[in-house]
C-alpha cells in the first residue's frame, strides 16, 4: 500500500485523522478485510486521477466501507430496525447487504465522520443507489475491481473501468443481476433503480486514452 500511504501523506492531501481512522479499522477487522479495505481505498484514488471526485473522501470511504462486514446477521438486523434503515424487503431476506448502510450509521454516529459524500460512499457501495456522487460510484467500483479480487467477468470490468465509468458500473450491475438470480437471492431495489437512472442520464464520466490510463492505473491482483 505504498502508493496510498504517499498518497495519505502527502501534503495537500494529509488528513491528520487518517491513523486513527486506519488504527480503528485495525482493531475492527480482521487482517483479510483490512487489507481489502485499504486495496478499495488504493483502487478508489486511482480511479480519481481518471474520472475526478475528491481522492480524499474517496480514499476515507474505501477504508471504512467495509467496517460493519464482520457482523452477524442478526446484528445487522437489530441495529437497522432500531435505527430505522430497512427500505427494501432484500435487506430482511439477505441481511448482509445492510452492512453498508450500518457501517454508514457507525461511522457518523460513532467516529466522528460528518462529510456526507462519504457516508453516502459508505452507505451505497453494495446496493447503489440512483443519483449518486462521482466519490460514490468510484467507491462502488472498486469495490468490485480492487487487486485482491477474482471471480468470472472481471476482467472485463478491469478493462471497461479504465475508458468508461457508467459503462463498467452498468456491466458490474448486470453481472451482480446475474449473480443473484443464480444465488436466487432478491435484488435490492436500490441496485435497480441506480441501473435505470445510469442508464438514463447523461453520465460524462469517461476517457479516451485507454492505452495511456493503462501506464497509471493497474487493477491486477500484485502483492501488497
Not at 2 to 8: G, N, P, S, V
Not at 25 to 32: E, G, I, N, P, V
Not at 187 to 204: D, I, K, P, S
Request: proline residues 6%.
Amino acid at each position: 500500500m505504498t502508493e496510498l500511504q504517499d498518497f495519505i501523506m502527502s501534503p495537500e492531501d494529509y488528513d491528520p485523522k487518517w491513523p486513527y481512522y486506519l488504527e480503528l479499522m485495525t482493531r475492527q477487522l480482521s487482517a483479510k478485510r483490512l487489507e481489502h479495505s485499504l486495496k478499495v481505498a488504493e483502487t478508489g484514488v486511482a480511479l480519481s486521477r481518471l474520472y475526478g471526485g475528491d481522492p480524499v473522501k474517496i480514499a476515507l470511504a474505501g477504508l471504512l466501507h467495509d467496517s460493519a462486514k464482520e457482523m452477524k446477521d442478526r446484528q445487522l438486523l437489530a441495529i437497522a430496525e432500531e435505527q430505522g434503515m430497512i427500505t427494501d424487503p432484500a435487506e430482511q431476506e439477505n441481511p448482509s447487504i445492510l452492512h453498508g448502510p450500518v457501517a454508514a450509521w457507525m461511522a457518523e454516529t460513532q467516529w466522528g465522520v460528518k462529510d456526507p459524500i462519504v457516508l453516502e460512499s459508505i452507505r451505497y457501495h453494495t446496493t447503489a443507489a440512483p443519483h449518486m456522487s462521482i466519490e460514490a460510484c468510484i467507491v462502488f467500483l472498486a469495490d468490485l475491481i480492487e487487486p485482491g479480487r477474482s471471480y468470472q467477468g472481471i476482467a472485463e470490468l478491469r478493462a471497461l473501468a479504465l475508458i468508461d465509468l457508467k459503462v463498467a458500473m452498468l456491466e458490474s450491475i448486470d453481472q451482480t443481476f446475474i449473480f443473484l438470480d443464480r444465488k436466487k437471492v432478491p435484488v435490492h431495489q436500490g441496485m435497480v433503480a441506480c441501473r435505470q437512472w445510469l442508464a438514463e442520464t447523461e453520465f460524462e464520466y469517461q476517457t479516451n486514452h485507454p492505452e495511456a490510463n493503462k501506464k497509471c492505473v493497474d487493477f491486477e491482483r500484485r502483492p501488497s
